[in-house]
């Protein structure tokens, strides 16, 4: 594998730092220097070692890197691109990270010089947490990252970032920026927006108190609950973002709602539980590819017998 000598990342929050470990984990030795925000953020990867050096500007962190990787909110991509833009090193591959990918392909590419190779990414995996504490090194293990090049990489410099995310235990595939937002818009991007708004709802309900809401909340709320806790920077972006495939997806939900509220109403059995019967096939195809395990509760170590 032609492995990358300098990394540059550029956000270092969840993401980035797990793309650290990752790499630390593969025994790569590349320099790793980062950026962001603030100064505490900076100094904390720094502490945990997460990066050889950080810097307080992104252009500063860019400098020499042949793989530089924008890990900030999806609204950040473009004044992040445009700062480091003059820059960059020549024959530098530049990637992202971000949940949606027209966009920031739209907002990153027209920025970046003639002489880099421009690959955008969206690793398929993630937790609500943020913040460099948060990352993990298995955090990519057996999960998809979703790569759209653009005309400015050749087929050596992709191959070249995909055997990186391999290194780190990813699976690659590749996608055109479109289609991946729409496959993102129904798996990911609408079902934290229903999540949201079953949080609210429950939240809204003034006849079921708080303490009955957070209390009984092991009956299926939970999950709804952890979901909604994920960052609300990372998610406002991503929904202005995705505009048009969350729209559709949301309107197919819809659909789907009155249908299943229709058939409560009328006292349609059968239509439930045929429905029932195929959203269950779909979950245990998800168990069969890997993606999640079949232990009761998703594998959840009850606290009262925890084995912390
Ligand atoms: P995170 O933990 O909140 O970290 C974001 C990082 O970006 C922080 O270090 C933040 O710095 C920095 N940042 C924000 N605005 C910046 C700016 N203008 N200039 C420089 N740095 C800036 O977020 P994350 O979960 O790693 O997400 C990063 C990207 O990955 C997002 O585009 C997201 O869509 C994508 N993603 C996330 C997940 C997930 O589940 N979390 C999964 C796949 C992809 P400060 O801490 O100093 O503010």
Avoid at 6 to 22: K, R
Avoid at 61 to 75: R, S, W
């Amino acid at each position: 594998m032609n492995e990358y000598k300098h990394v540059a990342l550029i956000g270092l929050g969840l993401i980035a730092g797990s793309i650290s470990l990752a790499m630390r984990r593969a025994g790569m030795g590349a320099r790793i220097t980062g950026h962001a925000r603030t100064a505490r953020t900076r100094a904390k990867a720094l502490e945990m070692g997460l990066v050889d050096a950080v810097f307080d500007s992104a252009a500063e962190a860019v400098k020499g890197a042949d793989l530089v990787i924008l890990a900030v909110p999806v609204g950040a991509m473009s004044a992040v691109a445009a700062e480091i833009a003059p820059h960059l090193a020549a024959g530098a591959t530049i990637s992202d990270v971000g949940s949606v990918k027209g966009a920031v392909v739209a907002a990153v590419g027209p920025h970046l010089p003639d002489n880099v190779a421009f690959v955008p990414a969206h690793p398929m995996a993630g937790t609500e947490q943020s913040g460099p504490e948060s990352g993990f090194a298995s955090l990519f293990d057996h999960r998809w990252v979703l790569l759209t090049p653009t005309g400015s990489a050749s087929d050596a410099e992709v191959q070249r970032l995909s055997d990186f995310w391999a290194a780190l235990g990813a699976l690659v595939e590749y996608m055109e920026p479109d289609h991946h937002d729409l496959v993102a818009g129904v798996i990911s991007h609408a079902p934290h927006l229903i999540a949201y708004t079953m949080v609210g709802v429950a939240d809204d309900l003034t006849k079921v108190t708080k303490t009955e809401v957070v209390n009984y909340s092991a009956a299926g709320f939970r999950d709804f609950t952890r979901i909604a806790a994920s960052d609300p920077t990372m998610w406002r972006d991503v929904f202005l973002h995705n505009k048009d495939a969350t729209l559709e997806v949301l309107g197919r939900f819809t659909e789907e709602l009155f249908a299943l509220q229709r058939a409560i109403r009328m006292g349609d059995g059968d239509f439930l539980h045929d429905y029932f019967s195929r959203t269950r096939d779909i979950r245990r195809s998800i168990i069969d590819a890997g993606q999640d395990t079949d232990a009761p509760d998703f594998g959840r170590v009850n606290p009262q017998e925890g084995d912390t």
